[in-house]
């Protein structure tokens, strides 16, 4: 394959202006994430030790195999709400005996596992992953039910958990509940819906309701024990299929389980893997500092991809639009990436015959987003722009596939939707710290609306009021201006997290081999056409 060469020049002044700019938004992340390790900060920490019980993570770090990495996914969720960074609970894929899995882990000291609605968004999602990927999965339980006061917000999801869970059974999924403490209400439904049971003597406690729920329904005095000790599940009501003496014994205990399945991926395993021929630190130097200067898609792949190798598609057609083939860890992909922000028609109908391509050959699609979307204007919409637009968009949308997103600058508009954004299904999606989401961007849309409001004001025959429209076009940009942060969007669950672009073909790497738990293979029944 060629080899991308690079012309970054690491002294220059753009350089610098652009790795400062990113090593202070990953300062930022590293304090966001901060406050997700923290959990329900130190009083709660060491009431959790003192009780005998490891922090999550702990718990996490004890589960996978030795050395392995653990890929934690939305670690932001609930940012900028009034409930605590990462939502209580933590979610990501680890190795346990050299299988992926996908972890579902509730964090104990913060208001004892509870959940809230990001909770369930953060759940939820890690669930989507382990049935478009084929991922068992770990649920390291130990929550209080629903945090009641957010009940209207969360009891319909909360249904969708256990029908996953019992869908992914049906699909010959496995999942494993290991009960490191309470499992109360619907939370006792976890261990209940999973295939295998793990409890802890003294220790895990399952009920649909506890003594005081009980005594107040029926006038029945019964202890925890009586109620949802594990030996009382274990030798009277059947739901525990194991009983460990502590949580080291579970976590043993777990790992043999998922020893015994005999576990084989279904896709094609990689090729040797090829470092790139260059240093991926030199990404913060390289993404943009100011969204509206593009950068260089070439050179991030010269970071990505195996041997610096890329094979481009149509190099001198759409060139809005960098189209080819590489490998990534040994995997070959397809990558679609947003040179120049904007997309034309000619950079849609490209898109489209590669995407097609991609699929005849079974062959992944990585997609690098830096859009503000498709191009506007007379002469465009006049030359069909929608209808192309239209056609990447249904190539995407049909595409069998796995995809694989990172927002690595804008991700404006319908491009967002061309460019397989969250709605499109992406196997998995990422972004850096320096990306924007939002309709537009916040001076187009605030001038949008501006002119809107003058256009309205004419037709009526009314005096335009200038100072407001100044005053509302300044608190619109500062609105979209937060709302399109990455952390705000993270927030919200609309990403599998934030993630140091030098991390990124790591990310990947590890993305790419849980998919290949499923086969690979791409739609058939149509022919590449041009267009």
Known sequence: MPILRSDVDING???????????????????????TRAGGGEAYMAR???????????????LVDPGSAFLELSSLAAWGTNFTVGASVVTGIGVVEGVECVFIANDGTVKGGTSNPYTWRKMLRALDIAKANRLPVMNLVESGGADLPTQADLFVPAGQLFRDLTQLSAMGIPTIALVFGNSTAGGAYVPGMCDYSVMIDGQSKVFLGGPPLVKMATGEVATDEEL????????????????????????????????????RKLGPAPLAVVDPLYDPTELLGIASADLRVPFSVHEVLARLLDASEFSEYKPDYGTSMVTGWGTLHGYRIGVLANARGVIFSEEANKATEFIQLCNQTDTPLLFLQNTTGFIVGKSFEQGGIIKDGAKLINAVANSAVPHFTVFIGASFGAGNYGMCGRAYEPRFLFTWPNSRTAVMGPQQLAGVLS????????????????????????????????????????????????????????????????????????RRGFGVFRM
């Open 13 to 35: 002044e753009e350089f610098r202006t652009n790795r400062a700019h990113n090593e202070g938004m990953l300062k930022l992340l590293d304090e966001a994430l901060a406050q």
């Open 451 to 522: 002119i809107v409001a003058r256009d309205a004001a004419a037709a009526s025959g009314k005096e335009f009021d200038e100072a407001a429209d100044a005053a509302r076009t300044a608190a619109i940009e500062s609105q979209i201006d937060r709302e399109s942060h990455a952390f705000f969007m993270s927030g919200k669950v609309y990403d599998d997290g934030i993630i140091n672009p030098v991390d990124t073909r790591t990310v990947l790497g590890i993305s790419l081999s849980a998919a290949h738990n499923n086969p690979v293979q791409g």
């Open 48 to 62: 959790h030790r003192a009780r005998g019980r490891m922090p999550v993570r702990e718990r996490i770090d004890l």
């Open 228 to 263: 949802g000790g594990a030996r009382m599940h274990t030798f009277v009501s059947g739901l525990s299929d194991y009983m460990a003496v502590d949580e080291r014994d579970a976590i043993r205990i777990g790992r043999q389980i998922v020893r015994s399945f005999g576990w």
